[in-house]
């Protein structure tokens, strides 16, 4: 399923892509499993991983995100980009945008789309707001001075 999701940053785009594009980097050495998507009342450990900068100057990267558990198999990975847009020289978005495939072939495609509809997508959305929090703070102390 392509998935495409926003979040809005008080900063000009060239404020928040170092500051993303040095936190993409940096998860690229964190151990497998450092973080974790809740969903469901369902909090499971993930591994992200960071591929090629993209942009010129970079303004993002390549992601996979998959779970890293014994139930592993059964939850959504996602594969695309996060990178910033900028929307005016005071504001900026980040966006999400790739897709996420769902186990268990047909079954788990006819689950998605009832069962668990929305549910990849919420935790998606969470991730991403975690991410905007993360890197507002990350400019406003950069804008502070340390």
Known sequence: MKIQLFEEIASGAPFVAPILVARLVKMQHDPDGAHALSSLGVTVNIQIAVGATIGNPPDGAELTMQ????????????????????????????????????????????????????????????????????????????????
């Open 67 to 146: 779970a890293q558990s014994g139930t592993a198999a059964f939850f959504p990975v996602f594969a695309g980009t996060l990178r910033v847009v900028p929307i005016d020289a005071l504001s900026s978005r980040l966006v999400l945008a790739g897709t996420y495939r769902v186990p268990l072939g047909v079954l788990g495609e006819v689950a998605d789309r009832t069962l668990l509809a929305g549910t990849a997508k919420r935790s998606l959305q969470t991730f991403l707001g975690e991410a905007r929090d993360e890197i507002a703070a990350a400019v406003l102390h950069e804008v502070m001075g340390h």
